[in-house]
């Protein structure tokens, strides 16, 4: 069985990682049906996620930046009435202070960082006093070598702010300012950053990456990103991001049969 703490939340699964399941409160976002609400929310918890990403800005090439009060707007009300439905394990994907603020106020768990708080490490000590967890993304055109090097920095200085060893999770940011060959080397060597002692998530989803690997558009790259994702966890990856949840729940349930 496998066990994590997330923020004050303590779960568990039969399966060899957990499931995140991404809700986009934007209209811009690359995959369409990751776009929605309340009700996409609710149903991706139906299908079995274990964890709810709410993310208030796309972070995909050539985003269109929003303001602080149009997320705000966009993800608050998103999360207080998630967590008035439901005990999942909810994730907010910002890099604003505000944002962290008043989704740590609304009942998030974990804050998911996309910058690795590179701009503004000061609500590091409030997450920490929220008890919360803080998901840590590589975003630079480096190999696996300078992945490593950059999430061991980041999360010894979060330590050092005095959040919880347990509550800092790695992803490499597949798709984020690396090349092709880089994002291929992320995967591959996924068992690489998972021995620096933190656990290790993986964002594949329908990523271009994916597309290029199989030469399909971004509605028919599930088959890749469900090979990739199995790879990534029997690699080590604790954590897989997805938005397809009862595919990926399906394949975790095979996996688990040849652990």
Request: charged letters at 30%.
């Amino acid at each position: 069985m496998l066990e994590m703490t997330f923020g004050r939340k303590r779960i568990s699964t039969e399966r060899p990682a957990f499931v995140m399941g991404i809700v986009n409160a934007t209209p811009d976002s690359f995959y369409e049906n990751s776009r929605g609400d309340f009700d996409l929310a609710m149903k991706l918890v139906e299908d079995g996620a274990d964890i709810i990403d709410i993310g208030g800005e796309s972070t995909r090439p050539g985003f269109t930046p929003v303001d602080e009060q149009e997320e705000l707007d966009r993800v608050i009300p998103l999360i207080e009435k998630l967590r008035k439905n439901t005990d999942v394990v909810i994730s907010i994907d910002t890099t604003k202070p505000a944002v962290i603020t008043q989704s740590l106020e609304s009942g998030a768990d974990i804050i998911n960082n996309v910058l690795s708080f590179d701009n503004d490490d000061s609500t590091l000590q409030e997450i920490a006093d929220a008890d919360a967890s803080v998901i840590l993304m590589h975003h630079e055109g480096q190999g696996i070598d300078g992945i490593c090097s950059y999430l061991k920095k980041k999360a010894e200085l979060c330590e050092r702010k005095f959040i919880d060893h347990k509550k800092i999770i790695l992803d490499p940011g597949i798709g984020f300012g690396k090349s092709f060959e880089q994002n291929v080397e992320a995967i591959k060597y996924t068992d690489r950053l998972c021995q620096l002692g933190y656990p290790v998530l993986m964002a594949l989803s329908r990523k271009s990456s994916i597309g290029m690997m199989t030469g399909r558009p971004v509605e028919q790259r599930l088959s890749g990103t469900l090979a990739a994702d199995l790879i990534s966890v029997q690699k080590g990856a604790k954590i897989i991001r997805v938005h397809d949840v009862l595919d990926a729940i399906d394949t975790l349930n095979v996996m688990k049969f040849f652990e």
